[in-house]
């Protein structure tokens, strides 16, 4: 198997396993340069936990190579830029005094950064989050669903969704990787409703926090949650009426409108991209 091809391969291996890493690519060349266009290598933050084997196979947390060198290095300097900002970037090198390197050349590489999938928590199993599941199912988002009812959180309402029958199960399942954790609350019971948000908040908040419901009930809990000592900046920061706009009041309507608002957070995490930059290795 050729490089890019492995390369290619590690990449969608580590997508698989919902693993951060950024692909780097060379998309043009200039003069004398060490890698023609199409070269390409990998760059992740090394796991805590990854064997010896594993690390042996990623040293300096790469696969592959676009030159070596300083150049390199500062290549993945900016693929570390990219992953801390969760977006896509082109990088412009010219390979001088900077790079340690005399050939003089240009470089330019397009960084692509592949995070970890948006993991959408649902508390409630009612007729909005059945809707939501079913809008979700063909989406890259994985969905896990919270309630103790049984009879409502079933597998048969929700067949692609995990799902969890303890609330306290739930928020340690939501605040377990917040940075890239999506939860909304839309329970039976407002007073659930409240102590949910209260223990989301007092742990490790989720990026992205919503509560169905009025402006009222906005009004309401976010007072009762204050009161009970959880700081005014992170409660105000919880998304409350949820959705992009009023598409009417029917459970399968109001799902739309939430999944809408789900997937414009989940390209947020993921990164848009930013304008494209110079590093200059200039003689």
């Keep these: 198997m050729d490089e ?21 690519t060379v998309i043009r060349t200039q003069g004398s340069t060490p890698r023609s266009a199409g070269a390409k290598m990998i760059w992740r933050p090394q796991p805590a936990d990854a064997p010896a084997k594993e690390s042996a196979a990623f040293p300096n947390n790469s696969f592959g190579t676009i030159g070596g060198g300083q ?3 500062l290549v993945l300097d900016a693929a570390r830029e990219c992953l801390k900002k969760r977006t896509h970037a082109t990088e412009r090198f010219v390979l001088g005094a900077e790079a340690e390197q005399c050939c003089g050349g240009v470089m330019e590489v397009f960084l692509e950064y592949h ?118 900046a992170l409660v105000q920061k919880i998304r409350c009426p949820i959705g992009v706009g009023d598409t009417g009041k029917e459970p399968h309507a109001v799902a739309i409108s939430v999944a809408a608002q789900l997937l414009i957070a989940a390209q947020t995490l993921r990164g848009t991209g930013f304008p494209a930059g110079e590093r200059s290795a200039r003689a």
């Design 115 to 232: 995070g970890r999938p948006a993991h959408v928590v649902v508390f409630g199993a009612g007729h909005v989050a059945q809707s939501l599941s079913e809008l979700l199912a063909p989406t890259p988002l994985s969905l896990t669903i919270v309630d103790d009812r049984s009879e409502w959180n079933s597998a048969e309402r929700y067949p692609g969704a995990q799902r969890i029958l303890d609330w306290k199960q739930g928020v340690a399942a939501a605040t377990k990787e917040p940075a890239s954790t999506l939860a909304l609350v839309m329970t039976c019971s407002h007073d659930t409703d409240c102590e949910i948000l209260r223990d989301l908040l007092a742990k490790s908040p989720p990026v992205f926090t919503g509560l169905i419901g009025s402006k009222s009930k906005r009004v309401c809990l976010f007072g009762r949650l204050v009161a009970s000592g959880i700081d005014e």
């Design 71 to 73: 150049f390199e290095h």
């Design 4 to 24: 890019s091809r492995l390369i290619l391969r590690t990449a969608s291996e580590l997508a698989e396993a919902g693993e951060e890493f950024v692909l780097i």
